[in-house]
């Protein structure tokens, strides 16, 4: 994600500002910038394996964590390649992400993957998250935001409130964490949970969801652009300003409308997300979860038909991750493909497989 500065990012609003408080401010952002970059730089250069590998298969206190991974690294994985895969234990979905560097010279984006059993059912959590300005907010999103949506005392009962509470709740927490810093990193969340059969896809920014249901690729998000009409209502409503500066931003800084951090751009930049739900049925197939790294060069309909094409998800994965960087992404790359085995969940109860059998049969 690019994070664009200019002279005049100092005008955040439709209030003029004066000349100097203006040009001081500009100079503030500027010095910040460079060194957010020379310390990005002496990161990567210390640390890049740790900051690539940012997925997290950790086991909570609480209920019951139960994931199986495999991870690997090939000879590219110097230039910031990663890629693994996990099962849940009844083996009805299996996932796969990959994660790739790429032309950019520090690795912004960091995932998620998380399943569970809370209180007797089914959880599986899936993000990507796809920072901007630094690093600090995704990596706070990857380590923070779903211990915290499944501790919500809703999470079950009421999940789409569970999820727009906590989303907005980890983004304040986000940047209490760096009042005393002179950063003013963002980050995307594009997540999607799994509740026994039903499926809750939560979008901030520009990362995207898409799914495949009986082959036709179906977007669970839409990005959050600030010439979007409604976006730029919004913006405009609270006082803030959406320029051209070689794609649209908000106060000329930043290109998408809604994120986590970017404590500058509040309250137009916000971090509240659009939810949809659906159940998940016969008819699904794959879901495709990635940064804009992948989605700037392959169209929804591409990302499906490639992710049908392995028989693996890691495999999926890793193709759709390869695809974005041969057709020339210039950005981190990452993307999790969660692929329905639908035989499993028959296997496991035949007298469904047997009803859902004879409905398939009656919609043809």
């Given at each position: ?41 002496v990161f990567r250069n210390k640390y890049i394996g740790m900051m690539v590998d940012t997925g997290s298969m950790s086991t ?194 930043l290109a998408m409308s809604r994120a986590f951090g970017n404590r500058m751009l509040k309250p137009f930049v916000v971090a ?17 979860l990635a940064s804009d790294g992948l989605w700037d060069v392959v169209q929804n309909e591409d990302a499906v038909s490639l ?58």
């Amino acid at each position: 994600m690019v994070c664009g500065i200019l002279i005049r990012a100092g005008i955040f609003t439709k209030r003029l500002l004066p000349f100097n408080y203006v040009r001081r401010k500009c100079l503030q952002r500027v010095v910040v910038f460079h060194s957010q970059f020379v310390a990005n730089r002496v990161f990567r250069n210390k640390y890049i394996g740790m900051m690539v590998d940012t997925g997290s298969m950790s086991t909570r206190a609480g209920p019951s964590v139960e994931d199986t991974v495999s991870h690997k690294e090939d000879d590219s994985a110097r230039s910031g390649f990663v890629t693994g895969g996990c099962k849940s234990e009844d083996e009805r979905l299996s996932c796969g992400y990959s994660s790739f560097r790429g032309k950019r010279v520090t690795m912004e984006d960091f995932y998620d993957i998380k399943t569970s059993t809370i209180d007797g059912r089914s959880v599986c959590l899936f993000g990507i998250f796809d920072g901007h300005g630094g690093s600090r907010a995704a990596e706070y999103l990857k380590d923070h935001l779903f211990e915290n949506l499944m501790k919500h005392p809703k999470f079950l009962t009421d999940t789409k409130l569970a999820i727009s509470e906590t989303y907005q709740q980890t983004d304040a927490e986000f940047l209490n964490s760096e009042k005393d810093n002179f950063r003013d990193d963002g980050s995307t969340a594009s997540t999607a949970v799994l509740v026994d059969n039903r499926l809750y896809v939560a979008n901030v920014g520009d990362s995207r969801t898409v799914i495949s249901k009986a082959g036709k690729a179906i977007a669970l998000s839409e990005d959050h652009k600030p010439n979007r009409s409604d976006e730029r209502k919004r913006i405009e409503n609270a006082g803030g300003v959406v320029m051209w500066a070689g794609t649209w931003r908000v106060g000329g800084v930043l290109a998408m409308s809604r994120a986590f951090g970017n404590r500058m751009l509040k309250p137009f930049v916000v971090a509240e997300p659009e939810i949809q739900d659906q159940e998940i049925d016969e008819e699904t197939e794959v879901l495709v979860l990635a940064s804009d790294g992948l989605w700037d060069v392959v169209q929804n309909e591409d990302a499906v038909s490639l992710a049908r094409a392995e028989e693996g998800a890691e495999a999926a994965a890793r193709k759709l991750t390869e695809a974005a960087f041969n057709r020339g992404s210039a950005d981190n790359i990452t993307c999790i493909v969660v692929r329905f085995n639908h035989e499993k969940r028959h296997a496991a109860n035949p007298d469904k497989a047997s009803t859902a059998s004879s409905q398939h049969e009656q919609r043809q």
